[in-house]
């Protein structure tokens, strides 16, 4: 692997940074970075990365009186987006499975449930635990569990899926 030379200290948005006529690092003007990778191949190539916030939007599937969405947070590499926060829920009975609705931060179009995975746990609750996977219908990601609490509860979470 060739050696490349060290990046300036200070670089800013739309410097882009060569090494024998090959772009290394493009520091986008958009949302976007580029950084370089080695493929499979040998081939240098350039990988999206960008890191951001947004708030989902939320779906009272089943058993939930209310929810309530914060402000999360998303890293896209490449076609994986791994995404993380918090979303309060007050379930309507005990011992009945729960369904929330989760919006992604990229969209994506799930085939299968696996194609997002994830977990997701009360803070105050011992116990009350969640499993996160893909709702093909709608493409989002879908938190399920069955509650044992019916106060309104803070649940943190974090998932991860491919962009298809």
């Given at each position: 692997?060739p050696?490349?030379?060290?990046?300036p200290?200070?670089?800013?948005?739309g410097d882009?940074?060569?090494?024998?006529?090959?772009?290394?690092?493009r520091?986008?003007?958009?949302?976007?970075?580029?950084?370089p990778v080695?493929?499979?191949?040998g081939?240098?190539?350039m990988?999206?990365v960008?890191?951001?916030?947004?708030?989902?939007?939320?779906?009272n599937v089943?058993?939930?009186?209310?929810?309530t969405?914060?402000?999360?947070?998303?890293?896209?590499?490449?076609?994986?987006?791994?995404?993380?926060g918090?979303?309060?829920?007050?379930p309507t009975?005990?011992?009945t499975s729960?369904?929330?609705?989760i919006?992604?931060?990229v969209?994506?179009?799930?085939g299968?449930a696996q194609d997002?995975?994830?977990a997701?746990a009360?803070?105050?609750?011992?116990?009350?635990s969640?499993?996160?996977?893909?709702?093909?219908?709608?493409?989002?990601?879908?938190?399920?569990?069955?509650?044992t609490?019916?106060n309104n509860?803070?649940?943190y979470?974090?998932?991860?899926?491919?962009?298809?």
């Amino acid at each position: 692997m060739p050696f490349f030379p060290a990046f300036p200290e200070h670089v800013v948005k739309g410097d882009i940074f060569q090494w024998d006529g090959v772009d290394l690092v493009r520091i986008a003007k958009g949302s976007a970075d580029q950084v370089p990778v080695y493929g499979s191949d040998g081939m240098l190539n350039m990988l999206t990365v960008v890191a951001g916030v947004y708030t989902p939007t939320l779906s009272n599937v089943a058993n939930l009186d209310a929810s309530t969405a914060f402000e999360c947070q998303y890293l896209r590499v490449g076609a994986s987006v791994v995404v993380s926060g918090k979303v309060d829920v007050d379930p309507t009975l005990t011992a009945t499975s729960t369904q929330l609705g989760i919006t992604i931060p990229v969209a994506s179009n799930f085939g299968t449930a696996q194609d997002l995975g994830g977990a997701a746990a009360a803070l105050a609750i011992a116990g009350m635990s969640a499993a996160i996977f893909a709702d093909t219908t709608n493409d989002r990601a879908q938190m399920q569990f069955i509650s044992t609490d019916i106060n309104n509860n803070s649940m943190y979470f974090t998932f991860m899926y491919q962009i298809l």
